[in-house]
Structure formats: structure tokens, C-alpha cells
Nanobody, 117 residues
Framework: QVQLVESGGGLVQAGGSLRLSCAASGIIFNFNNMGWFRRAPGEQRELVASMTNNGRTNYADFVKGRFTISRDNAKNTLYLQMNSLKPEDTAVYYC???????????WGQGTQVTVSS
């Protein structure tokens, strides 16, 4: 079974940056799609960004221009570079991996991002 482990979360002030990592025990090249969700307290889960195996990326409107998703197949790691952070970005961020479109077969444990005003 594949395991995904997120890291890189923390506490930053508004306008700061964080880089989240999602290290996979498997070969991420085998996944059709990987990405990041987030869930804030009292809010529903929302998709932040995703990336297909062939390199196509997609971003939620609320992070477009601020966040960048990338992957390093050699290191079997997915990244989320988060710039110009806002207090409303405060949430637990989860990475996922899918063998097929929409299946979301594996999930990480989450990493907390807190942005102070």
C-alpha cells in the first residue's frame, strides 16, 4: 500500500511563504493525478491544486497566481509552493494520489498551515 506523508506546514504571517511536500512510498510516476486539498475549521474540503502525470496543472481561483504545484518523480515527491499567504489560507492541507481520474486512492495525514494577520 502506498503511503503519502505531508510536511512543511507551520505558522507564518500574512504575505509570507511556505513550501509543502508530499513524500510517497510508491512511484508517483504511476499515478494519473496528484494534488492538494485543504480543510479549514468549520469549512468543507476544497481542492487547491492538481497535476496530471503528463504535467497538466489546475488551480482553484482563490490560489491562482500565488500557489504553484510541482512534482519530482526522481524523489517521488509532490510539492506546493505557497506565496503571498492570507489568513483565509489557514487550514489543514492534504495531498492525494489517484491511479485514475477522480479515484483519489491515497491520502496523506495532513499538515497544518496557519497564517496570522
Amino acid at each position: 500500500q502506498v503511503q503519502l506523508v505531508e510536511s512543511g506546514g507551520g505558522l507564518v504571517q500574512a504575505g509570507g511563504s511556505l513550501r509543502l511536500s508530499c513524500a510517497a512510498s510508491g512511484i508517483i510516476f504511476n499515478f494519473n493525478n496528484m494534488g492538494w486539498f485543504r480543510r479549514a475549521p468549520g469549512e468543507q474540503r476544497e481542492l487547491v491544486a492538481s497535476m496530471t502525470n503528463n504535467g497538466r496543472t489546475n488551480y482553484a481561483d482563490f490560489v491562482k497566481g500565488r500557489f504553484t504545484i510541482s512534482r519530482d518523480n526522481a524523489k517521488n515527491t509532490l510539492y506546493l509552493q505557497m506565496n503571498s499567504l492570507k489568513p483565509e489560507d489557514t487550514a489543514v492541507y492534504y495531498c492525494y494520489a489517484s491511479y485514475a481520474v477522480g479515484t483519489r486512492d491515497y491520502w496523506g495525514q495532513g499538515t497544518q498551515v496557519t497564517v496570522s494577520s
